[in-house]
């Protein structure tokens, strides 16, 4: 398994701004994504975190709402940007390991956001 | 639209018993992985099973799969106060040609299950 680590765990921001959220991972992965999840409600898939290029988005998603930032191998940023209380989520990363033949993915603590 | 559904959606059983989890989904999948959620934290991942298996152990966990009803069951056996938390299944669709899977995860709603002591 990996060992993956988000920054904050929680916020409670404003309308109107943005948060950056991190996550670390202790190996070297080839996916990262990003999810959300709603109040009571299930996972969505945000984004596929590339290394090198552009973020892929998922239906309803968009650069402009959720830049992804993927540096190297081990780090990504997502932020939410100009939120409004919809945006109150958690939002876990997630990764599957550069291991061909093995696609277990595993998920990051999340992080809990508020918007006020 | 929703790939998996699963059921029920709240389970209450008492300490020892055995809890059994449904999950259904649409497509033609890669594998289908079974996670658990405690309050609102981060997702553990519980067992991965892959399309051409049929059923899996793991401790006290047994996952079934059958591909052509397109539905998988999750089996938490002599059940604890400490199994108590969110279920989900999720479902892997895409694999590329070099055997990498595309790792985009749809989520089944989930289902909530209380052990009582």
């Known amino acids: 398994s990996a060992v993956i680590s988000q920054k904050p765990s929680r916020d409670i921001c404003q309308r109107g701004t943005s948060l950056t959220i991190q996550c670390q991972v202790d190996s070297q992965v080839t996916m990262m994504f990003w999810y959300r999840q709603q109040p009571g409600q299930s996972l969505t898939l945000i984004a596929t975190?590339?290394?090198?290029?552009?973020?892929?988005?998922e239906s309803g998603f968009v650069i402009d709402k959720f830049p992804i930032s993927r540096p190297n191998l081990t780090f990504s940023t997502l932020t939410v940007s100009n939120m409004s209380p919809e945006d109150s989520s958690i939002y876990l990363c997630?990764?599957?390991?550069?291991?061909?033949?093995?696609?277990?993915?595993?998920f990051g603590p999340g992080t809990r956001l508020t918007v006020t | 639209s929703q790939q998996g559904e699963e059921d029920p959606q709240a389970l209450s059983i008492q300490e020892g018993e055995n809890a059994t989890m449904n999950c259904s989904y649409k497509?033609?999948?890669?594998?289908l992985q079974w996670y658990r959620q405690n309050s609102g934290r981060g997702l553990v991942h519980l067992i991965l099973?892959?399309?051409?298996?049929r059923e899996k152990h793991s401790g006290r966990l047994r996952v079934t799969l059958d591909t052509s009803k397109k539905s998988s069951s999750l089996l938490i056996t002599a059940s604890r106060a400490a199994d108590t938390a969110s279920y989900f299944c999720a479902t892997d669709a895409a694999i590329d040609a070099g055997g990498t899977s595309y790792g985009k995860l749809t989520f089944g709603q989930g289902t909530i299950l209380t052990v009582h002591p």
């Open positions: 497509t033609s999948i890669n594998n």
């Open positions: 099973i892959r399309s051409n298996e």
């Open positions: 975190a590339n290394q090198g290029s552009e973020a892929t988005y």
């Open positions: 997630s990764v599957e390991p550069l291991r061909l033949g093995v696609y277990e993915q595993y």
